[in-house]
């Protein structure tokens, strides 16, 4: 089948039905960027491409040809023969070549060689003869050595001087010709000449001559300097030119200064130019040479803000920065829960910190390649990350922070300045330009300083601690806002004298729920703070605040719970790390001051004692005896216990440890701490003594009860007597000292001696009252029997107490209750024996009441702590004292 692509018309001026074959020479395949590939690929190309301009559009049957390819490659195969051929021909010649440059480089070598030999032969003889002639011959190989080095270095200094003289006055000769050509011709040609040669040093040179040129203007040229009235100050030192000769110059007919001025800034803005070409070619050589040159026109200053304001991290961030801070309305609300966990950094503003760190790091590898002053660029890019970038975003989160909630503000603080504070600590650790050495002492100073600079404005004066106790104000106001409004409703006429104490602490609650819902209806409280606030006081449901002195309490509001005490310590604590983590350390034991303060006054004064005079107060009305003392208020009382000493464990563990470093704040700490815990310790006795004295007055009110028939019973009614096992007003009694010590040991710290104390002295008031009152009835045979059951049911509940051993132990002061029993029913024998044994014992002057050791005592009146006197007046309340067994018994003594 003939091939369709041979096919030609019948047009002379038709190009052939086969494609060209590709042309190419040897410089094709010496370029570096020659890829075999794509040579390939080019060949393949051209054959296709005629093939579908011959065939026109492609049919889906068409079937693929590869002669066109065929014959490409096929030419391309003979034309490499044939460079391959040229390439063979230009070898030879090039190696023929290169052997003849060798010989005769070997030759040059030899011959090189031959004539240093000479002139070092020549050179001896030299310096021989300069050493003197005479001398010469006595010299040793050593000492000949020693003089050719001597003269070789003296010669060398020599020849340095002399070229630094030739270079000075080729300088010198260059500056005059430039002052001329500028002083007459008002033209700086040689200079433009030396500035357009494009080198580095060149340019440097242009720069100091411009800066010479500009102080013999300002001497020689007065004219051009009157406007200005002043000397410019320049970096450089002498001009090392010949001043008598620049004097005796002709007259100056040009304004040299604008002149020179004008060069000066087509230098500067021509390097600025070239100093952003060569920053966007990333050649650091280059760059480094134009800010070499720029430093001697304004210490570098322009083409430092040239490089960081073109910088492209700022260009990136300018509309980001701007943007307004957003976020998660749930999370800044938990933000402004005390109870909740602060959270992280405000995610915008840790993105930006985490960029700049990478940018930071990067950047200043670049800095030190492109300046010569590196740390001053350095630290200049670092002032515009921190005072641009970094300072707007952060007063942007602040504001948002603050106007959700004050905590939500301090919160962002603390969470920003921790997250700063840790980007300036990677910095360091990096060490930037002197990476992987240590970070410089003068970028680490400007890191410091740049943090400090940015949190100062929060910081000023006392405003930091301020906010942070209002703060802890509003939220212990809010907790206890049920509280104090319930004890602000309570009525406390002023009929007793503790209850015109209290009055104190009355007006203490009303201004403290008067503050708070004015603070609720202050217009700068934001709706997110004001719902926190009600949800903190309990009232999440209340919205309309004018209501608030209206809600419904319960007995539960006006109780002091633990659970708020330990909510109100939790939010101090976080104050106080938060505190020495932002504020200046040596203004600590003056914040601890300040929150102390807040805490006795909120927690101290505010919640335990109000507390305990509520508690006071109810004790106090219960004294007339009129109805049984209800002990309800003592749960209150331990908590309020609890709560203070949660309080001072607070205190001498957080708070004064943290003032160590002033001795007078801490004393005075130490001072109000003792203080407020005094007078609460104080209203806690006067309520445990409350209890003492109204337990014991119904106690009498009780043994008033007792029946003068109870120790007398008829003869018909004897029986029924001995079933008893007491009488109904002993029952009573020991019924209502065990309600009274039940409730006290549950309701009242077990820990300590208090309880204890407490139980003791209500044993001892109990026991006297017995023993008093059964000096008033009449105690026949039968009544003796239950006088002894009532005091061994007596003395055995007091013993079962938790009080004193002292007072319990076996032949002790409890003990004296059995005694007394014992003396209404024991014959005149016995008592007569009982008697002598505590005259022998020397025990006949002890007092009824004396609660002494019962070390030293022998048998009955010693033991039971009774004296003559008190055994006499028992004994004589008996129905057969008057006979005539018993007078004999009672007159022995």
Known sequence: ??????????????????????SFTLDDFSSRDFIVKEFI????????AYRRSTLGPPGGSQLFDPKPLIRTFEHAQRRLGELSGDLEIKENELSAAVRRAEAQHSQNLNTLGRKLKQTIESFQQLDTSLNGAGSSIALTNNELAGSTGNMAVETGRRLEELDRQRRRALDAHFLLECWDSVSNRGELTLLENLRRSGTGDAKVRSAQIARQLLRISQRLDSKSW??????????????NTDENKIEEMSHIKRNTREIIEKFSETLEKDLLKQFDDFYRKANFEGMKDCATVLQDFNGGASVIALFVNQHQFFIDRSQLVTEEVGGDLEAWEQLADPDAEPLKVEPSLQSLVDEVKVVVQEESAIIKRAFPYYEQVLGKFLQRVFQQSIQQRLEMVLEKANSISSLAFLRSLQSSR??????????????????PETISAQTALVLDQQLEDLFVPYFVGSSYIEREKKTLEELYTSLLFKFTTFHARRKKAATTFMASLSKSGTELLSSARDAYIARLEASDVSSPQRRMLLQVAGLS????VPKLTDIKLTEEDGLPSISFAKRMLKWLAEGVGRGLELSVSSETPKDMLTLLTLLLS???EGYIEVCLDAALETATSQESGRTEPDLAYLPAVRNAIAIANLMVMCINTLLIPLATSSITVRREMEKKTNLITLRIEEKINTIEQKIIDATLTWVSKLLTGQK??????????????LEKLQTPTCASICAFLTRVHNTAATSLPSSGSNLRQLFTEIALGTRNLLLEHFKRFAVNGPGGLMVTKDMTQYADLLKSWDIDEHIKSPSCTLDVLLEVGSLFVIGSEALRERIRGGVTNGSGGRSGNSSGSSSGRGSGQAEAGLSVQE???YVSRREDSNTAAMQKVLNIF
């Open 1 to 22: 089948m003939p091939d369709s692509a041979s096919i030609t018309t019948s047009n002379p001026t038709s190009r052939s039905v086969f494609p060209q074959g590709p």
């Open 871 to 873: 055994v006499r007046a």
């Open 602 to 604: 909120m927690m101290g």
């Open 708 to 721: 003068k028939n109870d120790f007398r019973p008829k003869e018909g009614d004897n029986a029924a007597w």
């Open 418 to 435: 921790s997250y700063v504070s840790s980007l300036v600590d990677d910095l360091k650790a990096h060490g930037l330009t002197e990476q």
């Open 541 to 544: 449901n209340s919205s309309d």
């Open 41 to 48: 690929e080019a060949l393949s190309d051209s054959a296709i």
């Open 226 to 239: 009157d406007d200005s009235g002043g000397k410019i100050n320049i970096p450089y030192g002498n001009t």
